[in-house]
C-alpha cells in the first residue's frame, strides 16, 4: 500500500524558513517523480516543485524560484521542500505527490498517482 506523509507544517511569521518532509513508502521510490503542490480554499492545487527520480533534475514554479529548494534522500525514501523568506500568500496545504515514472511532465496534478494528506503552512504578516 502506497503512503505518503507529510510533515514540517505549522504556524511561522513572515520572513521565517520551513522545511517540510513527506516521507513515502512507495515501492519505487528511487525511480519515481515525486511534487509538492499546494491549495488553499480559494484556489485549484498548484504545482510548487518537483524532483526527478535521482535528484538532480528540479522544477519550480516561477512563483517560488529563488525560495523553495526541493530535495531527496532515497535512502531513507523521503523528499523535502526547504522554504525560505516565508510570506503570507505561501499560506496553503502543502501536499506531496508521487509517480513511479518520468513522462517529462511536472506540473500537472493529475498526472500523479499517489498524494499525503497535507500540511498546513500559515504565514503571519
Known amino acids: 500500500q502506497v503512503q505518503l506523509v507529510e510533515s514540517g507544517g505549522g504556524l511561522v511569521q513572515a520572513g521565517d524558513s520551513l522545511r517540510l518532509s513527506c516521507a513515502a513508502s512507495v515501492r519505487s521510490f528511487s525511480s519515481s517523480v515525486m511534487g509538492w503542490f499546494r491549495q488553499t480554499p480559494e484556489k485549484e492545487r498548484e504545482f510548487v516543485a518537483a524532483?526527478?527520480?535521482?535528484?538532480?533534475?528540479?522544477y519550480y514554479a516561477d512563483s517560488v524560484k529563488g525560495r523553495f529548494t526541493i530535495s531527496r534522500d532515497n535512502a531513507k525514501n523521503t523528499v523535502y521542500l526547504q522554504i525560505s523568506s516565508l510570506k503570507p500568500e505561501d499560506t496553503a496545504v502543502y501536499y506531496c505527490?508521487?509517480?513511479?515514472?518520468?513522462?517529462?511532465?511536472?506540473?500537472?496534478?493529475?498526472?500523479?498517482?499517489?498524494w499525503g494528506q497535507g500540511t498546513q503552512v500559515t504565514v503571519s504578516s
Open positions: 524532483i526527478n527520480w535521482s535528484g538532480r533534475n528540479t
Open positions: 505527490a508521487a509517480r513511479p515514472y518520468d513522462s517529462g511532465r511536472y506540473s500537472y496534478a493529475n498526472d500523479y498517482d499517489y
